[in-house]
Nanobody, 113 residues
């Protein structure tokens, strides 16, 4: 299984970005999928996830980020609005099937004026 993340970049505070993670098989074939982020020297944290039909968001992004799956393109997307400087991090997509976790390569999001 391969996951390919894209969509990171530089954006001003208050702006928007859309991250996309392309999977090599149906994005709906996994037990759980999610987006995580990690800053330099920091723990990787779950930002948003979908598991068993339920969606969850970290408190820091609720109301600003939306996670979704696109069946036609086999992608896991993260729409990020009202971005803040503290959202600056490397973002990773993740998919779990059974006991196996799959990770995409990170994509850097920088929020700065």
């Amino acid at each position: 299984v391969q996951l390919q993340a894209s969509g990171g970049g530089l954006v001003q505070p208050g702006g928007s970005l859309r991250l996309s993670c392309a999977a090599s098989r149906s994005i709906f074939s996994f037990n759980a999928v999610g987006w995580h982020r990690q800053g330099s020297g920091q723990r990787r944290e779950l930002v948003a996830g979908i598991s068993g039909g339920s969606t969850m968001y970290a408190d820091s992004v609720k109301g600003r980020f939306t996670i979704s799956r696109d069946a036609a393109n086999n992608t896991l997307d993260l729409q990020m609005n009202s971005l803040k400087p503290e959202d600056t991090d490397v973002y990773f997509c993740n998919a779990r099937h059974g006991w196996t976790n799959y990770w995409g390569q990170g994509t850097l999001v920088t929020v700065s004026s």
